[in-house]
């Protein structure tokens, strides 16, 4: 970019005096160096023709948008916080709030219980091991200016490491708050999780926005899964109505190990999921099972890649939507088999409940196969609440909302089900009632 | 067109339903030309007719389905405009339709369900709701009545069911919900002989001195099981014949022909 327009002069401004205030190990400074140069010779992806990852995406308001700081001390509804969220005194849960580390809101694992939580900005200025082996290096940001803006800039986050064999008993919960402010902000959380072999977890994270205003979060998040592990995974994105939020999940999966992803995603005003996956061992298995939910004119936009790089690995994407008012969903998923994956197992399916005529939804599962002995499927549908069905149900005395509400519920269970947790399932049964505001008119 | 009259104003109970006059049609077509019947409390009337004679489109403009539209006629249910309220009003109001396809419900299950409609319909007749344990214990007394294991509940409404078993599951919920005006749309046919039994008792156990039934059917089989009090022929959207339990008969031993021409050379005149 040999001109680089105002807002680009402002993220190497702050750059700048960032770095000046970090003592940060040299090859973390390094890092950031080059990823702040992979930014700005990037710049924010468009939504022109040939950008096929950001085809129905305008990222076009994030990049004319000057951001400031996130508001130092922000007030604190935590009533709001434990009635939206699944909030389990049970629960380990690390909460961060306009990308900041907040202890008094946080209830870390204690010393043996099998997984140590971290704050990142707690080990950045000392650097760590596990820090300098893994960090960028299932999200990459050569090709990437989100992946690109956050290595450069994030500050805090969560570094959660299960060391071999361990089994942490209790789900851990990471908490990113988006809180009120005057004005538009931008906040960086990352996380790197790191699964020792023949370990599992069971993880939450959650992305709540309180405010009505414009903030931009910057999501990077990186899990490493070593030989014979497992990971439960659930994403919750609840953005406020007026957000940007750039999420990038990184799952890199060794020989036999397993991954299972819920992701439960409202809309905002731009929202991405952007979730890959690389099955780069042998006799590993992804299920990623994703419900959104989009109203009014919000936008989100699911982007999945999982790459088969080895063989004899499963893979399942399931997806479904419900969209009403004038949103706009896209799902992209990708599922590609390299040569060589023989053996390759792998689904993948995006389905729609369209509530209103003036929603969109832009459905494009794909498979690029180069390896000749797999089993491979996809599919795409999107419908209106089927008419016959409710009827049925009105037949039975039931009133409209409440059958629409069950029909929705209905549609959304084979997404829900994949839930093992039983309150974050009735969480998200209620999430999902609340997130219609169709729904919400009687009862 | 052949009438066997039959005095239902000599009866003096309460008409649960009456259509006078009754046009309605899909998309401008016309299906039903003029319908006019009388139900009263404690009858059983049995529609027959040949395939595409409006069968089902009787119960269900009755019941409210959307698709139809009606352009002539009235309706009353127990005195008030039956037209003008919405579906699951009609429902709460006491009218069953026991669907000749029941619908699939993906992800709904049957507990859930029958736990929605029957808070509906208790809510409206003032009722309490019921407590889980109670309406476990009547869901199961019903299902079992039925002939159906309680292993249904946990199943997705209708998805999965045999033919016999979305039968007997919708007079399952004609027990359960307990309306006014049951209309049974086929509910006998694709039945084999004991499933035909296990839905006639069910019916037979609905029957009583507060309760109406409009049974369509195709066949007269089930009418040696569920007794009919009247019996009425419904070809090309009109009512062509009406009489006692052997108008029945006749037809199972003369078919529908003898009617269709006689109504036709009855208009003809
Ligand atoms: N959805 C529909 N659209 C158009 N025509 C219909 C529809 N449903 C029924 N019909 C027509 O209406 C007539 C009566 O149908 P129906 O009431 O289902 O008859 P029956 O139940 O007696 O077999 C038939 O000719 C049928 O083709
Ligand atoms: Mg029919």
New binding site residues.
């Given amino acids: 970019m040999t001109q680089a327009p105002p807002v680009y002069e402002t993220y190497a401004r702050r750059f700048r005096e960032l770095e000046a205030g970090r003592s940060e190990p040299d090859w973390l400074r390094e890092l950031r160096r080059e990823a702040l140069g992979r930014f700005l010779d990037l710049g924010f992806p468009t939504a022109r023709r040939g950008n096929e990852p950001w085809k129905y995406t305008d990222v076009g308001p994030v990049a004319r948008t000057v951001f400031g700081p996130p508001p130092a001390r922000p007030p604190l509804p935590l009533e709001r916080l434990r009635r939206t969220l699944p909030w389990r005194p049970t629960w380990r849960r690390a909460v961060f709030v306009g990308g900041r580390y907040r202890p008094e809101l946080s209830h870390l694992p204690a010393a043996g219980e099998e997984v140590t939580v971290l704050p990142l900005s707690r080990v950045l200025s000392q650097g760590d091991d596990l820090l300098e082996r893994h960090l960028a290096r299932y999200a990459t940001y050569q090709d990437d200016a989100f992946a690109a803006l956050n290595t450069a800039f994030f500050s805090d986050g969560a570094l959660v490491v299960v060391p071999d064999g361990a089994e942490p008993e209790r789900p851990l919960h990471l908490v990113f708050v988006s809180p009120e402010s005057e004005g538009p902000y931008v906040h960086y959380p990352r996380v790197l999780v790191v699964l020792g072999r023949q370990s599992r977890l069971c993880l939450v994270e959650s992305y709540l926005g309180l405010g009505d205003g414009p903030y931009l979060t910057s999501a990077v998040r990186e899990f490493y899964l070593g030989e014979g592990a497992a990971l439960e995974h659930y994403h919750l994105l609840l953005e406020g109505e007026a957000a940007y939020h750039v999420g990038q999940a990184r799952f890199y999966q060794e020989r036999d190990t397993s991954l299972r992803s819920v992701f439960f995603g409202r809309g905002c005003a731009i929202g991405r999921n952007d979730v890959r996956v690389d099955l780069d061992g042998p006799g590993s298995e992804a299920y990623l099972h994703g419900l959104y939910v989009t109203t009014g004119r919000q936008h989100l936009d699911n982007y999945i890649n999982i790459d088969h790089i080895k063989p004899h690995c499963t893979s399942r994407l399931f997806y479904r939507g419900v969209l009403d008012g004038e949103s706009h969903a896209i799902f992209g998923g990708t599922v590609y088999v390299r040569p060589g994956a023989q053996k390759t197992d792998a689904e993948q399916e995006d389905k729609n409940l369209l509530l209103s005529r003036e929603a969109e939804v832009d459905s494009k599962p794909a498979l690029e196969i180069y390896a000749d002995d797999v089993k491979c499927g996809h599919g795409a549908a999107a419908g209106a609440v089927a008419e016959e069905a409710l009827f049925y149900m009105l037949s039975r005395g039931i009133g409209p909302v409440l059958a629409q509400t069950l029909l929705i519920k209905g549609f959304a269970s084979s997404v829900l089900d994949e839930v093992r947790l039983p309150a974050l399932r009735t969480q998200l049964d209620r999430l999902l009632v609340d997130s219609l505001p169709r729904l919400r008119t009687e009862e | 067109m052949v009438r066997r009259e039959t005095d239902m104003a000599e009866n003096k109970r309460e008409p649960v339903l009456v259509l006078r006059g009754l046009r309605a ?3 401008g ?1 016309e ?2 030309r003029g319908v006019d019947l009388t139900v009263h409390l404690g009858e059983v009337h049995a529609i027959m ?10 119960v ?1 403009v009755l019941a409210g389905k959307p ?1 139809y539209e009606v352009y002539a006629g009235e309706v009353y249910y127990r005195g008030r405009d039956l037209l003008s309220m919405p579906p699951d009003e009609r429902a709460r109001e006491g009218v069953f339709l026991a669907f ?1 396809y029941p619908v699939e419900l993906p992800g709904v299950r049957l507990r859930e369900f029958l736990r929605a409609a029957l808070d509906a319909v208790r809510e409206h007749r003032g009722l309490e709701k019921l407590a889980v344990r109670d309406f476990n214990r009547l869901v199961q007394e019903k299902l079992r009545e039925m002939g159906m294991d309680a292993e249904f509940l946990k199943r997705n409404v209708n998805e999965g069911f045999s033919g016999g078993e979305k039968k007997r599951h919708e007079i399952m919920q004609l027990l359960l919900l307990d309306p006014t005006l049951a209309l049974l ?2 509910t006998d046919s694709g039945l084999d002989i004991d499933a035909l039994k296990v839905v006639a008792q069910g019916i037979n156990r609905f029957r009583g001195p507060d309760k109406a039934v409009v049974l ?1 059917t ?1 066949y007269q089989r089930i009418l040696n099981y569920v007794q009919p009090d009247y019996v009425h022929v ?1 070809i090309d ?1 009109r009512i062509v014949a009406s009489g006692g339990r052997e108008l029945a008969q006749e037809l199972e031993a003369k078919g529908y022909e003898w009617l269709r021409q006689a109504a036709e050379a009855g208009r003809r005149d």
């Fill in positions: 049609g899909i998309g077509v299906i039903l007719g040949p395939n595409g004679s409006g069968k089902s489109t009787l269900n698709d000749q749309d086929e369509v195709h419904l959207g």
